[in-house]
């Protein structure tokens, strides 16, 4: 039989590396896993009475683009944290961002553009399923290094024309996963501009965007339709991070009237509904914010925690938002295998989330650690890692 070829060049999962990595490490004492970005948080108060009241649901059809109510609660929270007024037929819910940021690509990124195979701009280190989005529809996919001499932020302006005028979406994650770099209004409006001088979509993954330390990130969304440019940009967010409601699998998309018409005809023919218990859940979740100040408190929290364990580590950047630390080692793999061996703290080599280019791997020299877990734990965890890496502060 013969296969595709498609997907023939995606490496292993980072999940599954991660486990060969380890593979006949013994843990060192009391062992904690912050690999995976799973909130561990509490779930909202109004989850279960609101599953309770929608459970004979169950036994409907939901509807593909989300009831009339949920879509109304979404439009009401860009208002209320955005400012802007983006109308129920702009917006479809998803099956968690990671379905609508492949899907999108599948509807919206054309077989040529000028006449030449179209590229798609990916950040790296990056969201593992921009780039198989891009094997999917048959783009080149090109990386572009993000690191802490461009602040953590890839400068997408720095290619060449060529490569610009042939792209069709770029996908950007404010803040940045893993590294918790936020894209500020002047960095959203440099990348606007230049998507519109350059004719593509930008693709902004703002799934960490409630999660912050000293002010909430800018949407690029809100910063295109203040350009003029609401066509340029189609934002992706989703309650996982902002509700700690991972497996409610509930997010949107948002973007101009005929980028969403297109996305909703690939969705009714290959979407997965969203149950309509979890539609009401989420109906409730997008109209209320106390709930998500909490969250941010215990991140804030935690935040604090980290700047005092490594804030004497060189390199060491304190996250402006999301919850993960991008902490400097010489070698990812081999600083995940000895923290794991004597700390018996798991992590996440930072080479596991990029990719190799001409100008190295922008994720070799780092680990990715999740700040999920209570603070009690964090604070063990953390300072474990500090003393077996960098030495007792």
């Not at 030449?116 to 090109?142: D, E, H, M, S, W």
């Not at 996963?177 to 004719?199: C, K, M, T």
């Not at 992706?236 to 509700?243: A, D, V």
């Amino acid at each position: 039989m013969v296969s595709p070829e498609r997907f023939s060049n995606l490496p292993d999962y980072a999940f599954p590396r991660l486990r060969k990595l380890l593979a006949g490490v013994t843990p060192g004492p009391d062992p904690v896993v912050m690999t995976i970005g799973e909130p561990r948080h509490g779930i909202p108060d109004f989850v279960a009475p609101t599953l309770e009241r929608s459970v004979a649901e169950l036994g409907k059809y939901p509807p593909n683009d989300g009831t009339p109510e949920l879509l109304a609660a979404i439009s009401g929270w860009l208002g209320t944290r955005h400012g802007i007024r983006v109308g129920t037929d702009r917006i479809t819910i998803l099956n968690g961002t990671r379905e609508g940021l492949f899907n999108a690509a599948l509807a919206l990124c054309p077989e040529r553009k000028g006449g030449r195979q179209p590229v798609i701009l990916i950040p790296n280190p990056f969201y593992q399923v921009y780039a198989v989005a891009a094997a999917a529809v048959g783009a080149q996919a090109v990386f572009v290094n993000a690191t802490p001499e461009n602040g953590h932020l890839p400068d997408f302006a720095a290619l060449d024309p060529e490569t610009l005028d042939a792209t069709a979406i770029c996908y950007l994650c404010s803040p940045a996963n893993p590294q918790g770099s936020v894209a500020g209004r002047d960095y959203l409006e440099r990348l606007i501009e230049l998507a519109e001088h350059h004719d593509f979509l930008v693709f902004a993954d703002e799934c960490y965007s409630e999660i912050w330390r000293d002010a909430p990130p800018p949407g690029a969304l809100a910063v295109a339709e203040g350009m003029g440019l609401p066509d340029r940009v189609m934002m992706f967010n989703s309650l996982s991070k902002r509700s700690n409601l991972p497996g409610l699998r509930s997010g949107f998309a948002a973007g101009s009237a005929e980028a969403i018409a297109r996305f909703r005809i690939l969705r009714s023919y290959a979407g997965a509904p969203v149950p309509l218990p979890h539609q009401r859940v989420s109906e409730v979740a997008w109209a209320d914010e106390d709930h998500v100040i909490e969250n941010r408190a215990l991140y804030q929290a935690k935040y604090a925690i980290a700047d005092r364990i490594f804030g004497n580590v060189p390199g060491y950047l304190p996250p402006e938002g999301g919850f993960f630390l991008w902490l400097p080692v010489g070698d990812g793999e081999a600083a995940a295998r000895q923290l794991w061996a004597e700390a018996g703290v798991q992590v996440l080599p930072g080479a596991y989330l990029s990719r190799d280019t001409a100008a190295g791997n922008p994720g070799q020299g780092f680990i990715r650690v999740a700040l999920v877990g209570p603070a009690a734990e964090t604070e063990d965890a953390l300072t474990r890692i500090r003393d077996t890496l960098y030495g007792k502060g």
